[in-house]
């Protein structure tokens, strides 16, 4: 309002009233009406006149829509796909909109330091930031070095001290102290052998370690005998009789006069009349079922689908054992004894022999034999082993017989 006045005149001479007068109150106004106004104008309370003004939207800033990815792998170009420019006016109304473009982007972008970066963005004049995070991304890790501890007492906790893993990032390979928190899954209380997982940011690998058996539980001393305490007789009650009733006897015995059995009269054969022969209709024969042999007949179905139920089970299982292509066998005393079979091929030529040893055996040699055909395909190519948590890698040699690998 500088600037403005209310002009009054008076008898006796006239005053200008500013604006900015506390006498003064401006009504109707709203700042946020982009449209022509009328407001109106009080002198100490009573309205004294009008006047029109027009509001006028003004530019705030710049308003950057980052990337939809604000995360980068390490040593790879950022992804600009969603990201946005505007010019926002204070009204909140967008003034202007385009895509983001790297040509906006005046900081350097370094897409092999890893963390997070500010990045400034010029656009007609105006300036803004957004953020962007570059990843080292864990691919994949192996143990290199197993602990110098693998086998425990029952109850003793886990020690990885001289354990170490090899982490393939982003960036490369690089090669880490192992730590107890990478493991979970230790159980200091289950006898044996036990394959433990380490698991660093979602990559995982395992060993085995062993646990000796509980110890026996001390016999508990005998209790003594109680003394035998002698029983106490009970006082017996006599019960009471009840007089039966007799039957008074006749003072002169009566004797008894013999009783005659009635003696048999022979009985009169009759002659027995001969009826003349009639022919009986004879009955028509039923077929009588023999006990046993009905169920006998069952039984045999029943064998007959057993066996063919147990020939396609063994079917499935040598169609399944066929597609095996490495045969492994675990030395007990002095002869190698078949331990189980595994599968390689031109894309997955890693062998776990770890799941084939066990707490007894994890010390024993080891013979891995694979098929002719596989030996004849990897021929020159290497393969990599896993045996007691750390991998070892051998070059096949076909020399027209099956490749086969001991391990000491």
Known sequence: MTGGNIHIAKKSGDEDVPLTSPRVQIKNYNPKDLNTQTVDVYLDGEKVGDFQVTVHDVVKGLNIVPPTKQEVEWGTEMDLTGGKVQIVMKSGAVKQEDELQASMIKTEFNNK?????????EYQGFTGTFDMTV?????????????????????????????????????GITVIPMTRDMIKDYNSKKSGSQMVTVNYKGAKDTFIVVVGPAPAEPDKPD?????????????????????????????????????????????????????????????????????????KDDSNIKVKAGITSALGLFLLLLLLLAKRNVKVYVEEGEEFEFGGMDKISKKNRRINIDKFIDGE?????????????ISEKLDGKEIEIKHRGEYKKFTIKYDDEPFEIVLE
């Open 113 to 121: 330091q890893e963390g997070k970066q500010t990045l400034a963005v």
């Open 135 to 171: 990843v080292d991304m864990v691919k994949s890790i192996r143990i290199k070095t197993l602990p110098d501890k693998t086998e425990y007492d029952y109850g003793e906790d886990l020690d990885v001290t001289g354990g170490t893993v090899e982490v393939t990032k982003s960036s």
């Open 223 to 295: 209790t003594p005998d109680k003394p035998d305490v002698p029983d106490t007789p009970k006082p017996s009650t006599p019960k009471p009789t009840t007089p039966k009733p007799t039957t008074p006897k006749p003072s002169t015995p009566i004797e008894e006069t013999p009783v005659q059995e009635p003696v048999e009269k022979p009985k009169e054969e009759k002659p027995v009349e001969q009826k003349p022969m009639t022919e009986t209709p004879k009955k028509e024969e039923k077929p009588t079922e023999v006990l046993g042999v009905k169920d």
């Open 361 to 373: 055996t994890y010390k024993n040699r080891v013979l891995i034999h694979l098929s002719d055909k």
